[in-house]
């Protein structure tokens, strides 16, 4: 945040100083949304973000592999090669270093159950 002083330095003259205070979370509540707003998870040393955004993208591949998976097992492959399809699948996945990794679907339903912890910590209820 950016503040501007005024301060007189004699009876002609006035001199405007520019302040800038970094933006403070104040309240409780202002606390925790910066802390869901800025959220990170580390699984097998990859830096994931958790946010609000994050956490949607995670739930949508989850829930088309988890169709796919059902369309397979329908198909009438086993439950173990269609797990192995599916869920073992790597996919491109970008860090919160904006670096690209490959993970599999697996490891994204772990990312977002650990989202799911730490959010619980934030607000309170764990």
């Not at 405007?16 to 202002?30: F, H, N, Q, S, V």
């Not at 989850?62 to 369309?71: E, P, R």
């Amino acid at each position: 945040m950016l503040t501007i002083k005024t301060k007189k330095i004699n009876s002609l003259y006035l001199k405007k100083e520019y302040i800038y205070k970094p933006d403070t979370y104040e309240g409780t509540k202002a606390v925790k949304q910066h802390k869901k707003d800025n959220l990170k998870i580390t699984l097998d040393n990859i830096v994931l973000d958790a946010d609000l955004r994050s956490q949607v993208y995670l739930a949508s591949i989850l829930s088309l592999a988890n169709f796919t998976f059902i369309q397979t097992v329908a198909g009438g492959t086993s439950l173990s090669d269609a797990y192995n399809a599916v869920y073992k699948q790597l996919l491109n996945w970008k860090d919160a270093h904006n670096k690209m990794q490959n993970i599999d679907v697996e490891t994204i339903a772990t990312a977002l159950k650990a989202t799911m912890e730490e959010l619980a910590k934030i607000i309170g209820v764990k």
